[in-house]
């Protein structure tokens, strides 16, 4: 079992950055590949950013790709994702999801869910 902790997120200017954490718990989570998704409202969870269980491969949406990076240490059971140059269509609650199998992108193809952090972009 894999518990997941987000936090990091908050209320940014066009242009700025922010860290998002994902703090895990249990023995496994160092052999999971964790994903970022987010879901804005009125729209449908999307994924942003994957990353594998030893940090060796990261896969962005296209939507991402070039501002945000997915990292991880885990010693301290926790993955990154550092978000720059943001936008105020990335404003979103952003969840961590890991999963025992190859890093995906699918929502359903993940096992285990943080409870999200907010993220709000101003413009």
């Known amino acids: 079992q894999v518990q997941l902790v987000e936090s990091g997120g908050g209320l940014v200017q066009a242009g700025g950055s922010l860290r998002l954490s994902c703090a895990a718990s249990?023995?496994?989570?160092?052999?999971?590949?964790v994903a970022w998704f987010r879901q804005a409202p009125g729209k449908e969870r999307e994924f942003v950013a994957a990353?594998?269980?030893?940090?060796?491969?990261?896969y962005y949406a296209d939507s991402v790709k070039g501002r945000f990076a997915i990292s991880r240490d885990n010693a301290k059971k926790t993955v990154y994702l550092q978000m720059n140059s943001l936008k105020p269509e990335d404003t979103a609650v952003y969840y961590c999801?890991?999963?025992?199998?190859?890093?995906?992108?699918?929502?359903?193809?993940?096992?285990?869910w943080g409870q999200g952090t907010q993220v709000t972009v101003s413009s």
């Open positions: 999801a890991a999963t025992r199998g190859p890093y995906r992108t699918g929502i359903n193809e993940y096992d285990y």
């Open positions: 990353i594998s269980w030893n940090g060796g491969s990261v």
């Open positions: 249990g023995r496994t989570f160092s052999t999971c590949a």
